[in-house]
Structure formats: C-alpha cells, structure tokens
C-alpha cells in the first residue's frame, strides 16, 4: 500500500465518529461568565472583541441591563449565534414564563440551570421534582433545559451520582467537562455514556495543581479527546469556558479559542 493511500484512508477515519457517521468541526461559542467584568462594563465593545476573535457565538450568563431584542440584533450584526443561557433556578422556577420569553426573543433554544448546591438529600430530590415540573412547560414552548454540573453533583444518593438523577430525570444536560474530570471521573467515558443527550460541552483546561482552571492547551487535561467524544456523541456546541486567570480575560480566552480551533 502506497502512502498516499495511506494517507488518504487516515484521513478518511479521521472524518468518522465511533458510529460511522461523517462529523465536522463543532462551532465554538464563549461562556460570557469567562469574561464578565468586560461584559458588565460594555458588552457591545465586549461582544465585538469577541467576533473579531473566531468564536462562532456566545453563552449568556446574564444579559448585562440590555433587552432581547437589542442583543439579538448586536449578534446579528457580528454574525455571532446563540449557544445557550444560564439562567438562575430561582429565575427558572419563580418566572418561568418570563425566562421563556426573553429566550424566544433573543433566539435561544436552551435554557441552562448553571448552577445549585444542598447539603441534605432530600433537598437535592426536591429540586430534581422541580426541575421536572418546568422542563414539561420549557418543553412545550419549544425549548430545551439543561442542567450544567459542576463537581458536587458526583456526589452519590442512595448509589447514584446526582447529575445521573437530573439527566435520568430530565433527559438533557450541558457537561461541564473540567468539573467532571475535577471529580475523579473520566469526561470522555461520561460524554459516551450520554451520548445524543448532551448538546452542550464545556470546554476548559485544568492547571497542574488541579485547583484552578487554564487556558485550553496549557493544562492537563485530554481536551483533544474530550473533543472527538464530544463530536461522536453528537454534541453541537463546544463552549469555552475560563474561570482563573493569571493574564488579562480576553487574552486568556483568545489563546484557549486558538488552541482549541486547532483540535477540533
């Protein structure tokens, strides 16, 4: 066999997830959160730095004073799409309607519970059963909620782990793939063990010192991995997440963009 054909079927394998379906290079977006300081003093100038970049669109964690119909045309001017939102619980659960509509507005089809944390058990379950009851109304206005994990939620109730009863109970989720690799547990095996439910990934590196987050590229982490696991089971955003610096944000950023863009 000569090189080229060699070459050629690499290549071709290179193209194909573990089911043999031809994947392409999933669209980047930016969680805000990464950059929320920047975000909160401008964030059209924020926005337009972050366009200029690469980023393919962004993940909103709060909307920065400005209104839906404002921020959907800033991102259709800079060509920028809507990966997702996060949305507190209490928002969530208590304006549920409201948070629809904002979403509808701004052209956002996923509505991502960022964050929740109990110490008692039962405490967990009961907001499991809430988050249930909302996803049926999220569900039915055409829209999809998530639940984003971070490492507490690899704490296990009665033998399973609690982002295993969120999923199990709400179908969904957007993993937080540093936090799951925070927890001891492999991100590439929980990506396959969810695969076509998990149309969200976050995307972050791990300093070596395992305490903190880095730029992607700088760190420990299989992000190269992570990323092929994230194509094959059909994810459709890798989102970009920092949340420890030792340079300025929007530098950090732009150097974990350009890493990532050359694994994908």
């Not at 060699?6 to 290549?11: A, I, P, R, T, V």
């Not at 964030?43 to 909103?60: N, S």
């Not at 800079?78 to 549920?96: C, M, P, Q, R, W």
């Not at 979403?103 to 996923?110: D, F, Q, S, V």
């Amino acid at each position: 066999m000569n090189h080229l054909k060699l070459e050629n079927q690499y290549s071709l394998a290179n193209k194909k997830s573990n089911y043999g379906v031809e994947i392409m290079n999933l669209p980047i977006a930016l969680q805000l959160w990464s950059v929320r300081q920047d975000a909160e003093n401008d964030i059209f100038k924020t926005l337009e730095k972050i366009a200029e970049m690469g980023f393919d669109g962004v993940e909103f964690a709060g909307y920065f004073g400005k209104t839906a119909s404002e921020l959907k045309a800033k991102l259709a001017e800079l060509n920028l799409k809507v990966a997702g939102s996060h949305v507190g619980y209490e928002d969530i659960f208590n304006k549920t309607d409201e948070v629809i509509e904002f979403a509808k507005e701004l052209g956002n089809k996923y509505i991502v519970c960022p964050y929740a944390t109990f110490e008692e058990d039962t405490k967990w379950l009961d907001f499991i059963e809430k988050l249930v009851v909302v996803n049926e109304k999220i569900k039915q206005a055409g829209l999809t909620l998530l639940f984003h994990n971070h490492d507490e939620e690899f704490r296990k109730i009665d033998g399973n782990y609690i982002m295993d009863l969120i999923l199990e109970s709400v179908s969904m989720g957007e993993i937080d793939t540093y936090w799951v690799e925070y927890a001891g547990i492999s991100a590439v095996d929980y990506l396959k063990q969810y695969s076509g439910r998990i149309p969200l990934v976050h995307i972050k590196d791990m300093a070596e010192s395992r305490k903190e987050s880095t730029e992607i590229g700088n760190g420990i982490l299989d992000i190269v991995g992570i990323v092929a696991q994230a194509k094959a089971s059909g994810a459709e955003w890798l989102i970009l997440e920092q949340e420890a610096f030792t340079k300025a944000p929007l530098e950090s950023v732009e150097i974990g963009l350009n890493n990532l863009k050359k694994m994908n």
